[in-house]
């Protein structure tokens, strides 16, 4: 069973900086490229970033592009999103999430976790 676990949201006023991490466990991380969504109030759940398998390519919704960066960590199973110059409009709760086919290009999958709230102050 694939576990996800978002962590690293809070309050941060616009400007600042978070970390997010999401751990995985219950299939070999290093296989599958890795993708980060979001979810604002009364909106549907938004494309953010995504990574390859190696963490050799990345790519990047416009909206986020210059000011949020993706990496992994393959020997510690996680994905990493680094938020820099937040905006109040980045407020949402973020989710990562795994591809669908094990080396190959991100696909989004059916596992989702309970995610993690960020939210940007004015």
């Known amino acids: 069973q694939v576990q996800l676990v978002e962590s690293g949201g809070g309050l941060v006023q616009a400007g600042g900086s978070l970390r997010l991490s999401c751990a995985v466990s219950?299939?070999?991380?290093?296989?599958?490229?890795m993708g980060w969504f979001r979810q604002a109030p009364g909106k549907d759940r938004e494309f953010v970033a995504r990574?390859?398998?190696?963490?050799?390519?990345?790519y990047y919704a416009d909206s986020v592009k210059g000011r949020f960066t993706i990496s992994r960590d393959n020997a510690k199973n996680t994905v990493y999103l680094q938020m820099n110059s937040l905006k109040p409009e980045d407020t949402a709760v973020y989710y990562c999430n795994p591809g669908l086919n094990y080396y190959s290009a991100y696909s989004p999958s059916d596992y989702w976790g309970q995610g993690t709230q960020v939210t940007v102050s004015s």
């Open positions: 990574i390859s398998w190696s963490g050799g390519s990345t």
């Open positions: 219950g299939r070999t991380f290093s296989k599958y490229a």
